[in-house]
């Protein structure tokens, strides 16, 4: 932070020392407005309007100053009028700017975040897993994918309604949040599927424990849901995302199949 904070100083220097040559030469009475588009640019590469106003004020300065050494008399124009102007136009593009910055913001979180539950999508996990298969490739260290499929979830929603599903749902992703760690990243993949990325994870037990632990908490009073689980730890299973969820996915549809199995041999 502090160097960036020396580089806009450098700049605003450098910038301001041109500005102030030219508004100084300028044998007009305007000349000291040549000074304004450049105070403008710095202050939009500024990430606040203090932080806008502390770089463009000494611009200013150099150019007022120079005016006042080099031009004709009486080229400055009233002293009120060189501190206003720029400081009112200074704190007009940061407002526009701030503006644009919390739209981009709002558009890039409605882009990697799922829209229902507020956690991660498909895209932010993706994201996530390729900055973690990186960092542990380097320390040669293992993280776990688990996929979460809810079983009696499409009942549920049929019997009660999509209003309720989409409850459940938020409620599944709720509890998975709060029973993980800050670190684990929790997806929603769409429909009833969900996925979790559990960085420095050898051993999936425990996650996967934690991860049954909150679906059940979240379907308190409804038996019919629970949850199909599958695991793979990098780089055991796989050394890409895909093939980490491809060997996960395999995992459940294994589970699953035991489920069902069980299921039916209690029914006869």
Request: hydrophobic letters at 55%; a neutral charge; glycine letters at 8%.
């Given at each position: 932070?502090?160097?960036l904070?020396?580089d ?7 910038v301001?020392?041109v ?7 300028t ?6 407005w ?19 106003v ?27 009028m060189?501190?206003?102007?720029p ?15 919390r ?13 229902l ?15 973690e298969?990186?960092?542990h ?19 549920l ?8 599903g ?12 709060r ?5 684990d ?8 599927e969900?996925?979790?990325?559990a960085?420095?994870?050898?051993v ?34 796989g ?13 459940l ?16």
């Amino acid at each position: 932070m502090d160097g960036l904070i020396r580089d806009g100083l450098i700049r605003a220097g450098l910038v301001g020392l041109v500005l102030a040559l030219l508004a100084g030469l300028t044998s007009v009475s305007e000349g000291f407005w040549i000074v304004l588009p450049g105070a403008l640019l710095i202050a939009a590469e500024a990430d606040s309007a203090v932080a806008a106003v502390a770089l463009t004020a000494p611009v200013v300065a150099l150019a007022a100053g120079a005016v006042l050494v080099l031009a004709p008399a009486g080229s400055l124009p009233p002293v009120w009028m060189v501190v206003v102007v720029p400081l009112a136009s200074v704190l007009v593009v940061q407002h526009g700017l701030g503006r644009l910055r919390r739209e981009r913001e709002t558009l890039e979180q409605a882009a990697f975040s799922d829209a229902l539950t507020g956690i991660a999508n498909r895209r932010m996990l993706l994201s996530v897993a390729a900055h973690e298969i990186a960092r542990h490739r380097r320390s040669a260290r293992r993280f776990t994918v688990v996929m979460i499929d809810l079983d009696g979830f499409k009942p549920l929603n049929d019997r009660f309604g999509h209003a309720a599903g989409d409850e459940m749902l938020r409620a599944v992703a709720d509890q998975l949040v709060r029973a993980l760690r800050t670190q684990d990243t929790v997806a929603r993949f769409g429909g009833d599927e969900f996925c979790v990325l559990a960085p420095e994870t050898a051993v999936a037990e425990a996650l996967t424990g934690k991860i049954s632990a909150a679906v059940a908490n979240a379907s308190a009073g409804n038996d019919e849901l629970r949850a199909s689980l599958g695991a793979a730890v990098f780089p055991d299973d796989g050394t890409t995302i895909e093939a980490l969820i491809e060997r996960a996915d395999e995992r459940l549809l294994a589970a699953k199949r035991r489920l069902l199995g069980g299921a039916r041999r209690r029914a006869a």
